[in-house]
T-cell receptor, first 116, second 114 residues
Framework: GNSVTQMEGPVTLSEEAFLTINCTYTATGYPSLFWYVQYPGEGLQLLLKATKADDKGSNKGFEATYRKETTSFHLEKGSVQVSDSAVYFCALTDLISNFGNEKLTFGTGTRLTIIP | GAVVSQHPSRVICKSGTSVKIECRSLDFQATTMFWYRQFPKQSLMLMATSNEGSKATYEQGVEKDKFLINHASLTLSTLTVTSAHPEDSSFYIC??????????FGDGTRLSIL
């Protein structure tokens, strides 16, 4: 079956530090990959996505590249801000193995705290 | 962008009561809606997938009679937690999608059963 393994947190960084949150996946078909962000007390917001190998998703200074050879989709940001403090979820959806159902498989989430 | 509204955002009720949570897609017609449950500091667990006009598809281990899902229109799905007990306390999140687009999530409902 499909699975997502995500770097365990919590992660605490100083403002303007470089961020990497690792994510690897297992899928039987051709998954699309996502990063979602959850701010305290809120639902999830799509941060970025990539639908095929070598695609790079980017948004708000965050980037992730779909690496099929390493089955990875690591999230990076060059200079984090206090407002980036949130929980980040890596996820995949795989139409083929789920018989056309675009249900998401999530990683366990990584709590990120940025200190001034 | 697409907006999904979930209501209520928080509910506290006594054990044995039933609670209904609404999920609405505000500016698009959702072909599919999903219901998730999130335990503290854990990931989201898919409970069921709901298509308008048809019965929901529940994930393994989710009680159909406990968590009733109704998807009456392309913009509204409801989750009813029947005869709720303290172990049902959790954060419930819905999402909605239209074809070929990612899921858009509501802000969640924090359910506390006393």
């Amino acid at each position: 079956g499909n699975s997502v393994t995500q770097m365990e947190g919590p992660v605490t960084l100083s403002e303007e530090a470089f961020l990497t949150i690792n994510c690897t996946y297992t899928a039987t078909g051709y998954p699309s990959l996502f990063w979602y962000v959850q701010y305290p007390g809120e639902g999830l917001q799509l941060l970025l996505k990539a639908t095929k190998a070598d695609d790079k998703g980017s948004n708000k200074g965050f980037e992730a590249t779909y690496r099929k050879e390493t089955t990875s989709f690591h999230l990076e940001k060059g200079s984090v801000q206090v407002s980036d403090s949130a929980v980040y979820f890596c996820a995949l959806t795989d139409l083929i193995s789920n018989f056309g159902n675009e249900k998401l498989t999530f990683g366990t989430g990584t709590r990120l705290t940025i200190i001034p | 962008g697409a907006v999904v509204s979930q209501h209520p955002s928080r509910v506290i009720c006594k054990s044995g009561t039933s609670v209904k949570i609404e999920c609405r897609s505000l500016d698009f017609q959702a072909t599919t809606m999903f219901w998730y449950r999130q335990f503290p500091k854990q990931s989201l667990m898919l409970m069921a997938t709901s298509n308008e006009g048809s019965k929901a598809t529940y994930e393994q281990g989710v009680e159909k009679d406990k968590f009733l899902i109704n998807h009456a229109s392309l913009t509204l799905s409801t989750l009813t937690v029947t005869s709720a007990h303290p172990e049902d306390s959790s954060f419930y999140i819905c999402s909605a999608r239209r074809q070929l687009e990612p899921q858009h999530f509501g802000d969640g409902t924090r359910l506390s059963i006393l």
